[in-house]
């Protein structure tokens, strides 16, 4: 029997869950329990968990009886058919395994200066006064973080050129009914999807076109990740295909720049709002350069500065849900279920749970100090064989961007209303792209001034 859910009709569930979804999920979690069933307009029914022993039970499942690809089937027409996202069973193991090794801990201090560079980068166009969204810059360096680290692209005019094409594409694919098969319509070059499928052909002509030179060129001495992967042979020696390669490179981009960006943008809505937090982390940034100087490795084992990001991811994730499709019926945290349910772990409810989390609504990075949290009351980046191959990446970036971005600057927010959730695509953004005002920039060289 299904746990108890909302009864209204699917359509009205809908709309709560695109309009204010956190505040919808709370109300559900009061009114029928820790475990409730919802039903979205053209989604299979879904039973909702948050119980740490019920995502332990959903995390540790080894692929055969819970499928992710199939629940991520509306992200098929943006990621294409060979995504690892896509995929269940073998198929997915076999890509897992050739896009793990690039995104091994140790690779990251390859890319930790990239990743400060491009934060340097766009401090130094920030206006001096005059309100800016900082999402957007957000997207921005993380933009080029991804095509340089990631793609590999290289020299000014390339990179302009797939900053351009890729930014317009996914302004775009951000509108959330395009989630939506039925509105994946062409219908002409000026409605929504059409608009979508012309802008995508330009960007798969050159995101092939890079593969091919790359393949021709060989990869000797580049470190970047696409390098790595046409260097990649599965287990009966087969490397990935153009195709697979494609599709990953569009794989990649999409899960990871986004919601990186989303996620910083987060956490400077939180210090802004708690000054004296960002203080700290200015005081930790300075006493660790007096040690010597700030290297991208040394600012990634700053505790504090750790604790900031993984608290931000905490309280406000960027993705809400990760959610699996049952594959015959089963009992799943002690409740009978028909196959072809969504089996969903809510990370929101779960990063907001009381027992796990005194004053769950609070921002404060210090539980995170000293502490290790459990993988069943923190998954930002889900759990189990399908947990983010990018996670060591994005709390790298993170902490990259966050440093620069506290060392050099003195940012006040400038929102004209209190920051909401605004959905964009799968990710929840904060609204007005977090408007702020820069009220001091410091030069890259004198780089931590006073708190
Ligand atoms: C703050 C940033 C990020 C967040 C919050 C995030 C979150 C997530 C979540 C929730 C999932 C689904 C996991 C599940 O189903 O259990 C996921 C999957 C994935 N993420 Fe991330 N992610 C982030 C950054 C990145 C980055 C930087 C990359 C790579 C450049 C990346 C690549 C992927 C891939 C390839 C998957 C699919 C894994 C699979 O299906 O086996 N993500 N991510």
Same mark, same amino acid.
């Given at each position: ?5 909302? @009864?209204?009709? &699917?359509?009205?569930? @809908? ?15 009061? #009114?029928? +329990? ?24 959903? !995390?540790?499942?080894? +692929? $055969? ?28 193991? #076999? ?8 995104? %091994?801990? $140790? ?24 309100? !800016? ?81 790359? *393949?021709?060129?060989? &990869? ?15 287990? %009966? ?21 986004? @919601? ?7 956490? !400077? ?10 203080? #700290?982390? #200015?005081?930790?940034? *300075? ?23 993984? $608290? ?49 609504? $609070? ?18 980046? +889900? ?69």
């Amino acid at each position: 029997m299904l746990p108890p859910g909302p @009864t209204y009709p &699917s359509l009205v569930t @809908t709309w709560h869950w695109l309009q204010r979804p956190y505040e919808f999920l709370e109300e559900c979690r009061s #009114r029928y +329990g820790d475990t409730f069933s919802l039903y979205f307009r053209g989604l299979p029914q879904l039973v909702m968990y948050s119980r740490p022993e019920d995502v332990k039970e959903i !995390f540790a499942d080894d +692929g $055969e009886l819970l499928h992710a690809g199939e629940f991520n089937l509306s992200l098929r027409a943006f990621l294409g058919e060979h995504s690892v996202l896509m995929l269940d069973g073998a198929e997915h193991r #076999r890509h897992r395994k050739l896009l793990l090794p690039p995104f %091994h801990g $140790e690779r990251m201090q390859a890319y930790g200066q990239t990743m400060l560079d491009a934060a340097d980068a766009s401090i130094d166009r920030w206006p001096v006064l005059a309100p !800016f969204a900082l999402h957007a810059r957000m997207q921005a360096i993380t933009l080029q973080v991804i095509l340089r680290t990631v793609f590999g692209v290289d020299g000014a005019a390339r990179l302009e050129r797939f900053d351009r094409v890729i930014t317009e594409l996914l302004d775009i694919a951000a509108w959330p009914p395009l989630l939506i098969p039925l509105m994946q319509r062409d219908l002409g070059r000026w409605s929504p999807w059409g608009r979508y499928v012309r802008k995508r052909r330009e960007s798969d002509g050159m995101i092939y076109s890079e593969i091919r030179e790359r *393949r021709a060129g060989g &990869s000797t001495r580049r470190t970047d990740v696409l390098s790595m992967l046409l260097d990649a042979r599965d287990e %009966h020696g087969q490397p990935m295909s153009d195709e697979e390669l494609h599709d990953e490179l569009v794989t990649l981009l999409v899960a990871g720049h986004e @919601t990186s960006a989303t996620a910083l943008a987060w956490t !400077f809505r939180w210090l802004l709002e708690k000054p004296e937090i960002a203080s #700290r982390v #200015r005081a930790e940034l *300075r006493a660790a350069e007096a040690d010597g100087p700030l290297t991208a490795e040394r600012i990634a084992k700053l505790d504090l500065l750790d604790a900031v990001a993984r $608290e931000a991811l905490r309280l406000q994730p960027v993705v809400p849900l990760v959610g699996r499709i049952l594959k015959r019926p089963a009992r799943v945290g002690g409740y009978d279920l028909p196959a072809g349910v969504g089996v969903v772990c809510s990370i929101y409810l779960a990063q907001r749970r009381a027992e796990a989390y005194p004053d769950p609504n $609070e921002f404060d990075p210090d539980r995170f100090l000293g502490k290790k949290l459990s993988p069943n009351e923190f998954f930002p980046f +889900g759990g189990g064989l399908r947990r983010c191959i990018g996670m060591s990446f994005a709390l790298y970036e993170m902490k990259m961007v966050l440093a620069r971005v506290l060392q050099r600057t003195d940012l006040a927010l400038a929102a004209r209303r209190p920051v909401r959730v605004v959905r964009r695509s799968i990710t929840m953004t904060p609204s007005e792209g977090l408007r702020v005002r820069l009220l001091e920039r410091r030069p890259r060289a004198r780089l931590v001034a006073a708190a």
